[in-house]
């Protein structure tokens, strides 16, 4: 199975900040990684797939990158809304295996 | 607009099948390059995919329960279904179902259920 390690666990910040949720895969993925977003009482919400694409509806403040098997999640310009829980996972290959999560907390 | 809810027993005792259904509106699985699969997540620790199914009745499984998993599909009412057989604590979890649009996006999960809590207890 392919490990995802994600990082930070958890992370603090201000509305209007910039943060950086980073995952890294044991081993090659190619582009295929995607990132979610968990809040309580809401269903899972898909941000990014295949590394950079925007899903649609999503605020373009969220962006998606990659180097090698190395893989950043960006969200410029904190709103409000975006604390909560962050999950990567890779779309590459089965078993799909996801992040430990980071969890975005308001400072 | 894509909606997917699960429904479960909640409580069931070790040892015995858990039965999961999933119903959902929004999208057909008899259309091509569809899926619906199964997520798990014990309270406070991250997610495990358990199991796909797709609009050719392909089936695709986690490894790692594999003999334990069986997935299906009603077409026609718009529902599927997880059975896991022979349950323990470890299997205490929230499980959602979730959509797969293959043909657009992927092997990713572009919609999900809130979620159905299973706890075993004996």
């Known amino acids: 199975d392919v490990q995802m390690t994600q990082s930070p666990y958890n992370l603090a910040a201000s509305p209007g900040e910039s943060v950086s949720i980073n995952c890294k895969a044991s081993k090659s993925i190619s582009k295929y990684l995607a990132w979610y977003q968990q809040k309580p009482g809401k269903a899972n919400k898909l941000l990014i797939y295949?590394?950079?694409t925007l899903q649609s509806g999503i605020p373009s403040r969220f962006s998606g990158s990659r180097s090698g098997t190395d893989f950043t999640l960006t969200i410029r310009s904190l709103e409000p809304e975006d604390f909560g829980l962050y999950y990567c996972?890779?779309?590459?290959?089965?078993?799909?295996?996801f992040g430990s999560g980071t969890k975005l907390e308001i400072k | 607009q894509v909606t997917l809810k699960e429904s479960g027993p909640g409580i069931l005792q070790p040892s015995q099948t858990l039965s999961l259904t999933c119903t959902f509106s929004?999208?057909?699985?008899?259309?091509?390059?569809?899926?619906v699969g199964w997520i798990r997540q014990p309270s406070g620790k991250g997610l495990e995919w358990l199991a796909n199914i797709w609009w050719d009745d392909d089936k695709s499984y986690n490894p790692s329960l594999k003999n334990r998993l069986t997935i299906s599909q009603d077409t026609s009412n718009n529902q599927a279904f997880l059975k896991i057989t022979y349950v323990d604590t470890a299997d205490t979890a929230t499980y959602y179902c979730?959509?797969?649009?293959?043909?657009?996006?992927?092997?990713?999960?572009?919609?999900w259920g809130q979620g159905a809590s299973v706890s075993v207890s004996s």
């Open positions: 979730t959509r797969t649009d293959r043909y657009n996006y992927g092997y990713v999960m572009d919609a």
């Open positions: 929004g999208f057909s699985l008899s259309t091509y390059g569809m899926g």
């Open positions: 295949d590394g950079s």
């Open positions: 996972q890779q779309h590459n290959e089965y078993p799909f295996t």
